[in-house]
């Protein structure tokens, strides 16, 4: 008899998992599921537009979809249109790859006001995702505010910053351009709690913020050490190419273009300033105390419209599944939530880590499901989808992204990838 694993969520760690699961037996059936119509999780909707190469891992998850055991079942939300419970009863084993997507919160006063944006949300709205794409933000200046030192919080400082010209071949769409382009800020500051040599960005995002058209990176040569010193060679090294970048943003010229990016560094938001909407920040000034960041008692105000954090994030909660109070991710044991239900990717251990990273993670969690994995008499896609059938649920299969997708390559303007359609009823509308 024939096995059936589960894959809830589209994204690197799920298709990585799939894969994994074929390369080792053809035989078992993995059907991958999908709250949204299309695949691919954070490689559609959190990877940056202007980072297209990055997207372009989307043809190793293509050839996964198309192997003869697997299956797509789009716009099926779990928690929603079937159960954790439901989907153990069809399935010999069940995975959780739907990510980490509730922004953490800076617990600071204000931040309830008109203004403040997580980087979740702003970054799937500037990526075209469905649930965000009416997000319409306002980005009120002077000046903007991105709170973190991650390459997340240089994604959205990039973002912002572009010209229109240079996202011309972006996939972004056309509402987000004409916002950022048509906002009033001049000043986006980035601010680390702690010093620039304990920034998780890597060498080359943080490389990409020196060459922007019409935003101009500027640092303090006060806030960057003499000298580096790290225990480990590796992330010596790292540290030092960092620390040369940054020196050479701090000999910029603040007035050589339009608009200017602050990287500053031991500050901490302390209070979000506003009556109706966000006015200004106070950020407290910090210190190192064995490694971590602790405020000095001295304080300074940036007058910014809009604050971002990019803080991280933990996972949304679904019926069944528990939550960790440290990683965020959902509760597990080297992937193992409980018998026959599994996590891979930042469902396992929380955000962190490039798409790469979930590849050796899903392999490693695979082998073990497999190593666990009975037939169970159990009915898989066939039952899922009669179970979605019976309530209604317009499920879209590969074929239905597949015409999808050329709708949104045949609509590109020229030299841009796609235009997104950014609305499940459009999506929906093109699988007719
Ligand atoms: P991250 O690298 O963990 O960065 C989170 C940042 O938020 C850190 O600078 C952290 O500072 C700061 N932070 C946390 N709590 C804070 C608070 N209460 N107040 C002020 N600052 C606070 O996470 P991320 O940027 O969200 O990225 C997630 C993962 O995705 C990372 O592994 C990243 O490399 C990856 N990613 C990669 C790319 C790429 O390859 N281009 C793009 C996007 C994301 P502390 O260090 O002081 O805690």
């Known amino acids: 008899m024939t096995r059936h694993v589960a894959i809830v969520g589209t994204g690197p760690a799920g298709f990585y998992c799939a894969e994994a699961i074929f390369k080792k037996d053809p035989e078992i059936r993995v059907d991958l599921i999908d709250r949204l119509p299309t695949p691919y999780g954070l490689v559609r909707s959190g990877v940056a537009p202007d980072h297209q190469g990055t997207k372009n891992v989307w043809r190793v998850f293509d050839r996964t979809a198309k192997?003869?055991?697997?299956?797509?079942?789009?716009?099926?939300?779990?928690?929603?249109?079937?159960?954790?419970?439901?989907?153990?009863?069809?399935?010999?084993?069940?995975?959780?790859?739907?990510?980490?997507?509730?922004?953490?919160q800076l617990g600071i006063d204000g931040e309830q006001l008109p203004g403040v944006y997580g980087s979740r949300e702003l970054s799937a709205w500037y990526n075209g995702h469905p649930d965000y794409a009416g997000l319409d933000p306002e980005l009120k200046g002077p000046g903007i505010a991105v709170i973190g030192n991650g390459n997340v919080a240089v994604d959205v400082v990039r973002v912002l910053s572009r010209a229109r010209d240079e996202m011309a071949k972006t996939d972004i769409p056309e509402y987000a351009l004409k916002k950022i382009e048509e906002s009033d800020y001049t000043d986006l500051y980035m601010l680390g709690r702690r010093g620039p040599t304990q920034a998780s960005f890597t060498t080359a995002e943080l490389r990409e913020l020196g060459d922007m058209d019409q935003t101009v990176a500027v640092v303090d040569a006060a806030q960057l050490p003499d000298e580096v010193h790290v225990d480990d060679p590796k992330q010596q090294k790292k540290m030092e190419k960092i620390i040369d970048t940054l020196r050479g943003y701090s000999e910029h010229d603040p007035n050589s273009k339009p608009k200017r990016l602050h990287m500053k560094w031991f500050s901490s938001p302390v209070r979000i300033l506003g009556e109706d909407r966000v006015t200004g920040l106070e950020v407290a000034k910090t210190h190192l105390v064995d490694g971590k960041a602790e405020i000095t008692g001295e304080h300074y105000t940036i007058e910014v419209g809009t604050v971002i954090t990019a803080i991280g994030y933990f996972a949304q909660p679904i019926e069944g599944l528990p939550i960790g109070t440290w990683r965020g991710c959902y509760e597990n044991e080297d992937g193992k939530i409980r018998d026959r239900l599994w996590a891979v990717g930042w469902a396992k251990r929380g955000p962190s880590g490039v798409i790469a990273t979930n590849r050796k993670d899903s392999m490693g969690v695979a082998e073990a499901l497999m190593a666990e994995l009975e037939d169970g008499g159990r009915a898989g896609g066939e039952g899922l989808a009669k179970l979605l059938g019976e309530r209604g649920v317009r499920v879209t299969s590969y074929d239905d992204w597949a015409k999808i997708d050329e709708r949104e390559v045949g609509g590109a303007a020229e030299g841009a990838p796609r235009k997104k359609l950014c609305s499940i009823e459009e999506m929906l509308a093109a699988c007719e």
């Open 67 to 104: 192997r003869d055991p697997v299956s797509f079942y789009g716009n099926v939300e779990l928690g929603r249109d079937v159960s954790v419970t439901e989907l153990l009863g069809l399935y010999d084993a069940v995975v959780i790859a739907t990510g980490v997507t509730v922004d953490r």
